[in-house]
């Protein structure tokens, strides 16, 4: 077997999504372990306070309760690493390489658990084809998950070694405020570490609130985003005798605007510098109207009318060019004409309607300096027998 046929298995096979599950469980376990190994077990109930509880566990050091906290992060991530949840994948990578960092910078101890964490984040990167699904109801469960540890972490921290902050971090609410200004990065400066081991212990809090925070909150936002794409993108394929505005001019959108308030299906299609055009309640597809992926993006081919509305002629005939490329179009077709030396070459097209605001405007103006009256019938009249296809 060759080693891309190889490397396919591994980043496709489901059961790579087990074995890394696995390996996290227990890469999870063997930090905990490891650390109750050294420090020894020994609880003390009998004290009061919350923070002299804290104090009396006796089975971590302060820099101990990062690497716990993160080791059982990676067992609960696991289990959606197990379904495959693409945001699992990633956050499982920053915690290995925060463990990895810990390790290095803080501890300077790199034993057989570091190697082990740096070789299952290699075998991660690797198998990152293994966990291809996004789901809303696990994206906010693993950030919720990400949230309250950080949090916890942060608070429990700060109240174990409250006494060497300036002024001392002595409740829960100083504890939370504290946690809530380091993992938002905000820094009021109110409360200062004085000690090393609470400028250490700040630091942590910093970076996990930039990578794990900053990180699970973004990802979420932009599954809502990309879910409410998809769900107009939906809208857009089930319509039918619509009417698509394509352009970016004053024109076109009050042409959208005017049809949308008549209750119209109508949709509008312009490059993606363009949309202000647009207001935010119209339907608008962003790309460029000369690529038949756009057109066709649009439902072209259930559409009832196609109206072609730039100010370039010469970008109104492309486009129309690309409309008689896709397939199954039965649409009629307006388009207007900027300049009206250019209406041969544009009627050579055959648009079922060619709209000249300046020959229009001409008629109209002839009628009033001739002193003739003009109603809406011979407007109609003028559009009809001048514009029209025969």
């Known amino acids: 077997m060759k080693l891309s046929e190889i490397l396919h298995f591994i980043e496709t096979s489901t059961l790579t999504r087990k074995v890394m599950s696995l390996l996290l469980i227990f890469n999870g376990i063997f930090i905990i372990y490891s650390i109750l190994l050294a420090r020894g077990v020994y609880l003390d109930w009998e004290l009061h306070g919350f923070s002299q509880w804290l104090k009396s566990l006796g089975v971590l050091k302060l820099l101990d309760i990062p690497k716990v906290m993160l080791a059982c992060a990676l067992i609960l991530l696991s289990i959606f690493m197990y379904l495959g949840a693409r945001i699992a994948w ?16 803080v501890y300077q101890q790199i034993g057989l658990q570091a190697y082990f964490s740096l070789a299952l984040a290699v075998g991660l990167l690797i198998s990152w084809r293994a966990f291809p699904h996004h789901s809303l109801t696990s994206a906010g469960f693993v950030a919720f998950i990400c949230i309250i540890s950080l949090l916890l972490f942060s608070m429990l921290g700060s109240l174990y070694i409250g006494n060497e902050f300036k002024p001392h971090i002595t409740t829960l609410m100083d504890a939370f405020y504290f946690s ?19 400028r250490v212990f700040t630091l942590t809090v910093v970076i996990l609130g930039i990578t794990v925070f900053t990180t699970s909150i973004v ?11 998809d769900i107009v993108k939906k809208r857009i394929a089930k319509m039918h005798n619509h009417f698509i505005i394509i352009g970016s001019s004053a024109l076109a959108s009050q042409l959208e605007k005017g049809l949308r308030e ?16 647009y207001d935010e309640q119209a339907s608008v597809i962003e790309g460029d109207p000369t690529n038949t992926k756009t057109l066709l993006a649009a439902n072209i081919a259930k559409a009832s009318w196609v109206a072609t509305l730039s100010e370039s002629d010469a970008e109104n005939t492309f486009i129309l060019l690309t409309i008689q490329e896709c397939p ?40 009033v300096l001739c002193g003739e009256s003009i109603s809406s019938a011979d407007v109609t009249d003028l559009l009809l027998n001048k514009y029209l296809k025969s």
Do not use: W
């Open 90 to 105: 990633c956050v499982s990578l920053i915690l290995l390489a925060t463990i990895i960092f810990l390790d290095i910078a």
């Open 180 to 198: 809530i200004v380091c993992m938002t990065t905000l820094g009021f400066g109110d409360i200062v570490p004085l000690s090393t081991n609470a």
């Open 219 to 229: 990802y979420v936002m932009g599954f809502l985003a990309r879910g409410t794409r």
């Open 262 to 277: 008549q209750g119209k299906p109508v949709i509008a299609i312009c490059s993606d510098k363009s949309s202000s055009f």
């Open 328 to 367: 199954d179009v039965h649409a009629k077709l307006i388009t207007i004409i900027n300049q009206d030396e250019n209406r041969e070459k544009i009627s050579r097209l055959r648009p079922d309607m060619l709209f000249s605001l300046a020959s229009l405007g001409k008629e109209i103006m002839m009628k």
